[in-house]
């Protein structure tokens, strides 16, 4: 799944071909994109909304602002154990909803982050990519802060961890940070 930010669209590639993929509500600059079976959640950037689209079911998540339940040019997203984590990212925040939309926590906001452009969930941890500070937070999924990285950044602009390894895309410099997670 590739959410293409100009162009307005999502692409699915799959058995060698390349397709859009029907959403039943066109994002403006999709931003972002997390699929879990039949549920697709995408960050629809300059609508200021998370799109959920349960088959053929949509519902949108959010609505401009800076308050709990509001959103300021959401950039990520993910579904993990029925919650919605969205990287909130010009309210330098993460927001985390549940399946109906009901704001539950939000994570970051105190932590002076400058632009929360990417973030990945794991089985235990949340991270946090910290764009003009050049850093990633670690929080627990409480939302408590447990590690900052500030090592090897340039803009990182999103986070995928794999196992005990941590990979963050820095848009200052085109290059890819490795970490080994304890």
Do not use: C, W
């Not at 689209?53 to 029925?82: A, C, M, S, W």
């Amino acid at each position: 799944f590739i959410p293409e930010y100009l162009n307005d669209s999502i692409k699915v590639f799959a058995d060698n071909e390349l397709n859009n993929l029907a959403l039943s509500i066109k994002p403006d600059a999709p931003a972002g994109i997390s699929v879990n079976g039949d549920t697709i959640l995408v960050a629809d950037f300059y609508n200021h909304r998370i799109i959920l689209q349960v088959g053929n079911t949509v519902r949108v998540i959010g609505r401009k602002g800076h308050g709990t339940g509001e959103l300021f040019y959401p950039t990520d997203v993910q579904l993990v154990n029925g919650l919605i984590f969205v990287a909130d990212a010009y309210n330098n925040r993460v927001q985390v909803f549940d399946l109906n939309g009901n704001s539950k926590k939000i994570i970051g906001s105190k932590d002076s982050i400058n632009v929360a452009t990417g973030m990945t969930v794991s089985d235990n941890n949340l991270f946090v990519a910290d764009f003009f500070n050049n850093r990633v937070l670690i929080y627990n999924l409480k939302g408590k802060l447990l590690n900052i990285l500030k090592e090897h950044f340039d803009h990182p602009s999103d986070i995928f961890v794999a196992g005990n390894k941590l990979f963050a895309a820095n848009y200052g410099n085109n290059s890819i940070a490795i970490f080994t997670l304890n």
